[in-house]
């Protein structure tokens, strides 16, 4: 049986600021052991060369090392999904996830989270099947890890995929691969476009696509699908957000 979550939204004042995390360990509402994930919204461009996607990710991995009592190896293992870009009304934030044993059991439907790392995706599988396959594998393993086993019980996956850099590309090129794209801002959109078909395979919205299909057949598509790409990981960062019964928890 899942952990029962405790979830609050914070905000950034700075680029490099995590202070609100810090403080809601210290007034004791969550332990910075038991954090299993946190999306966030930074103030950067948003895109392929988005730097404040890094200095929060640092920012935040080192409270829950300096707070906590995991390794920095262990605290890596988190899924941080950082966004770039706070445009309009939006200001940077982070909603923070952690299990809880201060709860009632219940046997209501209550939010539950899983995370998942994917296998590393290679630079030739991004926007192609390889990449689909890993992420919905890594899908699979956060549904299983949050105690949901029917897809209708979930009902957001946040994920964070890595992008074209001249480097990967370099790297494909050396072992004798090919790439779907050879521009970088492009491969942001295959890299999230082929995640959320990832998603709609593992959760059975669909089935296995081309590689043709990605970013082609609008009539393939995941409901509860949330997909960003950046520099700053090799491999999947996933967030399943669902419904479980015999957990508990206030939401």
Request: hydrophobic share 35%; proline share 4%; glycine share 10%.
């Amino acid at each position: 049986m899942p952990s029962a979550i405790e979830v609050r939204k914070v905000p950034i004042h700075s680029v490099a600021d995590a202070s609100e995390l810090a403080k809601l360990i210290d007034d004791g509402v969550m332990e910075a052991s038991r954090v299993i994930a946190i999306i966030g919204k930074t103030e950067g461009n948003g895109g392929v060369n988005d730097y404040t996607r890094i200095i929060a990710d640092r920012a935040f991995r080192e409270i829950l090392v300096a707070r906590g009592s995991r390794s920095e190896e262990e605290v890596r293992q988190v899924p941080i999904v950082w966004s770039g870009g706070t445009d309009g009304v939006l200001s940077p934030h982070a909603t923070v996830f952690a299990t809880t044993d201060r709860v009632q059991l219940t046997d209501e439907p209550r939010l539950t989270v899983g995370i998942a790392m994917s296998h590393p995706i290679l630079p030739e599988e991004i926007g192609r099947r390889g990449m689909i396959e890993k992420v919905a594998s890594g899908v699979r393993a956060a549904m299983q890890r949050a105690g949901i086993t029917d897809p209708a019980d979930v009902h957001y996956v946040q994920t964070k995929t890595p992008l074209l850099t001249i480097d990967t590309i370099r790297d494909a090129k050396s072992r004798g691969r090919t790439v779907r794209t050879e521009h970088t801002l492009e491969s942001m959109d295959l890299s999230n476009g082929c995640t959320g078909l990832g998603v709609a395979v593992a959760l059975g919205e669909i089935d296995m696509p081309s590689d043709e299909d990605v970013m082609r057949n609008r009539d393939l598509y995941s409901s509860v699908a949330s997909c960003s790409s950046g520099v700053e990981l090799d491999r999947a960062q996933i967030v399943v957000v669902g419904n479980t019964r015999g957990s508990g928890g206030r939401y």
